[in-house]
């Protein structure tokens, strides 16, 4: 049996074609599809399914909703029932989402999987959100890369402003085949450009192309066309690595541009990766960088404190200690009994054990309790907010990207002034700890946020 989900629905079975009908069906194909060979419990299959309008007995609806959907597969040992819930018995490769997952290296054939938007038949789900979210943005690194390995692989030792002609190692023939195969990628990074303006790779790979072609003022004027969007819309300037990017393209040298490295690796470039400016934390030890050198990414957003921390040792031992044995330690007591200070002193003290860094969220100029996620990825410094309306973009959205960024490496969380927040910064809370297994947390609030795991720690 195989199922499709990179696009509409799709099931065979032995190689024939079987149509799903119905909504709700589908939907629970789809759903168990997303975890092939696990179980899915009962109670978040029915929340998944049917959300706040759920039947009056959910796990009746269920098994006949199961029963139907075995009797339209004609595999009665497809979906198996156990203590843990339902499960659909298959090995995940017979799911097209977990093969794209998984050849995702293999650009071209992962590519060719999809048909259209991933999880089409339930995109409006809130389950399907962050799962589609999760394979689009695959999907758009993987287009990205592929772009950028035939840009590497078409202009072996030769610069691109050169174009056609008796610089290339095949004579002009070769070289007019080159530029015509380049010039072919241009289109379609002018559309990628066009649904992501300010994403910066596609734009890179946009000049580069250019370039290829033989259309060095088109180029410099994508450039220009970029520099003035983040101006307009961000107030900053493009990146350093596109800054040297233009400068090679002035000079017609961008086959010597270092800037290819951004394909491949997840330090390079054009990566989404947090904010290199955001100023180290005292006793880093950091070299001083040569120049030239690529600033390294920041690992806190702490600022230096202006004046010594006195008066409050024993406080502070014990928020260490209550650090070590929980992954959630609030801090609570009036306002102006310090609670910021000393969170703050202890959280400096945690970069040694924080890969991923210590990141203060400053919440106190938070006005709604949906504008909690943003604010983290704000402190987080990722580019990849910025790229994006933060009043248009789904809430899962931001959770997905939230998670996989704070699950990537041991990383610890200041949520400041969490009180007039406090159950968006809870609920946020609760979801990363969950989900990010090497996060830490730190709040300061008021009264505590009322989680499972929470440690308090009184400041008189």
Not at 96 to 121: M, Q, S
Not at 155 to 184: F, I, K, Q, Y
Not at 212 to 230: D, N, T
Not at 286 to 310: D, H, I, Q
Request: hydrophobic share 40%; aromatic share 4%; net charge negative.
């Amino acid at each position: 049996m195989r199922i499709g989900v990179l696009g509409p629905l799709e099931v065979a079975v032995g190689g024939v074609p079987v149509e799903i009908a119905g909504g709700r069906l589908r939907a629970l194909l789809v759903r168990l599809a997303l975890d092939p060979g696990r179980y899915v419990g009962t109670v978040l299959l029915a929340e998944d399914l049917w959300g706040d309008a759920a039947p009056a007995d959910p796990g009746n609806a269920l098994q006949s909703l199961v029963s139907r959907l075995r009797r339209t597969l004609g595999r009665a040992d497809a979906l198996v029932y156990g203590p843990a819930g339902y499960r659909l018995a298959l090995p995940p490769e017979a799911v097209d989402a977990v093969r794209f997952e998984r050849l995702a290296h293999a650009l071209r054939e992962a590519l060719a999987l999809w048909r259209g938007p991933a999880l089409a038949d339930v995109a409006d789900t809130p389950f399907a959100a962050a799962p589609a979210h999760r394979l689009e943005e695959l999907r758009l690194a993987a287009t990205e890369d592929h772009i950028e390995a035939g840009l590497a692989g078409d202009v072996p030792g030769r610069g691109p402003a050169e174009g056609p002609g008796e610089g290339s190692a095949g004579g002009p023939a070769d070289g007019g085949h080159t530029a015509g195969r380049l010039g072919a990628a241009v289109p379609e990074l002018e559309a990628l450009t066009t649904a992501h303006p300010l994403r910066e790779r596609p734009r890179a790979l946009l000049i580069r192309a250019l370039c290829a072609a033989g259309r060095q003022p088109e180029a410099l004027a994508a450039y220009e066309e970029y520099r003035a969007l983040l101006a307009e819309e961000l107030g900053a300037d493009p990146s350093e690595r596109l800054r040297e990017l233009h400068t090679a393209v002035l000079r017609g040298d961008v086959a010597g541009w270092g800037g290819a490295g951004g394909s491949g690796d997840a330090g390079g470039p054009y990566r989404t990766r947090r904010d290199g400016g955001a100023p180290s934390a005292p006793g880093t030890g950091a070299a001083p960088r040569t120049p030239g050198e690529p600033v390294p990414p920041a690992r806190t957003n702490l600022r230096a404190a202006l004046t010594s921390f006195v008066g409050r040792d024993d406080e502070l031992r014990r928020v260490r200690a209550l650090l070590g044995g929980s992954r959630l330690v609030t801090l609570t007591g009036p306002g102006g009994a310090g609670k910021t200070r000393l969170a703050t002193t202890a959280a400096a003290g945690l970069l040694d054990d924080s890969p991923g860094g210590v990141w203060l969220v400053e919440l106190a100029p938070v006005t709604g309790g949906d504008d909690v996620p943003f604010a983290v990825l704000g402190a987080l410094g990722q580019r990849e907010t910025a790229v994006l309306d933060n009043r248009h973009l789904p809430p899962r959205d931001v959770l997905t990207r939230l998670t996989d960024t704070l699950a990537a490496a041991p990383t610890t969380l200041l949520l400041d002034n969490c009180e007039h927040v406090v159950s968006a910064a809870a609920h946020l809370a609760d979801h990363l700890l969950r989900r990010c297994p090497e996060l830490r947390v730190l709040a300061t609030s008021r009264e505590p946020l009322g989680i499972d795991g929470e440690a308090l720690c009184p400041v008189p």
